[in-house]
T-cell receptor
Framework: QKEVEQNSGPLSVPEGAIASLNCTYSDRGSQSFFWYRQYSGKSPELIMSIYSNGDKEDGRFTAQLNKASQYVSLLIRDSQPSDSATYLCAVAGGTSYGKLTFGQGTILTVHP | DTAVSQTPKYLVTQMGNDKSIKCEQNLGHDTMYWYKQDSKKFLKIMFSYNNKELIINETVPNRFSPKSPDKAHLNLHINSLELGDSAVYFC??????????FGQGTRLTVV
């Protein structure tokens, strides 16, 4: 089982739609959860962090965490072509102190 | 002011050579990382340092040797480069609580 697994892509949505990205993790003791966006040829950029169960909203982005199900998601409302990128889920804490583990990424394309 | 800076940005070298990548952060973070991103874009952790001490070594070949002279710097030296070492290498730093900030990456090509 992969430590952090993201829903397989690529994901394509029309402009203005909601994009839903999902991630599961294996270490039940994990404490910190992050979403990164990476444009082609660029470095990963932190867009959301979440630490407790429930929803966290920041502009058009909403992160959702369910520790019982070991599941974290990212919703992007009113998707824009500029949101087209690879989205990376990352998990920290748990049994491996000092380890920030990434999922394999989901490529999102928002078409006009 | 670049928060996490890596040099060089591009590195092209022949098999068997030795090369170094430098990383510096001015964020005051205690923890720094090296990640390798392969052609499929998977970010794999290589090393993690906390306040100059190695805390994670993810079964990386001995040809890779990180060095942290102080908590603001984490360099990566690679001996006897192989074709399979070609990738983008990212340095990152993180505060005690929060996400990591990445450098711009070093694209290493071994020919």
């Amino acid at each position: 089982q992969k430590e952090v697994e993201q829903n397989s892509g690529p994901l394509s949505v029309p402009e203005g739609a909601i994009a839903s990205l999902n991630c599961t993790y294996s270490d039940r003791g994990s404490q910190s959860f992050f979403w990164y966006r990476q444009y082609s040829g660029k470095s990963p950029e932190l867009i959301m962090s979440i630490y407790s169960n429930g929803d966290k909203e920041d502009g058009r982005f909403t992160a959702q965490l369910n520790k019982a199900s070991q599941y974290v998601s990212l919703l992007i409302r009113d998707s824009q072509p500029s949101d087209s990128a690879t989205y990376l889920c990352a998990v920290a804490g748990g049994t491996s102190y000092g380890k920030l583990t990434f999922g394999q990424g989901t490529i999102l394309t928002v078409h006009p | 002011d670049t928060a996490v800076s890596q040099t060089p940005k591009y590195l092209v070298t022949q098999m068997g050579n030795d090369k170094s990548i430098k990383c510096e952060q001015n964020l005051g973070h205690d923890t720094m990382y090296w990640y390798k991103q392969d052609s499929k874009k998977f970010l794999k952790i290589m090393f993690s340092y906390n306040n100059k001490e190695l805390i994670i070594n993810e079964t990386v070949p001995n040809r890779f040797s990180p060095k942290s002279p102080d908590k603001a710097h984490l360099n990566l030296h690679i001996n006897s480069l192989e074709l399979g070492d070609s990738a983008v290498y990212f340095c990152a730093s993180t505060p005690a609580l929060g996400g990591a900030f990445f450098g711009q990456g070093t694209r290493l090509t071994v020919v």
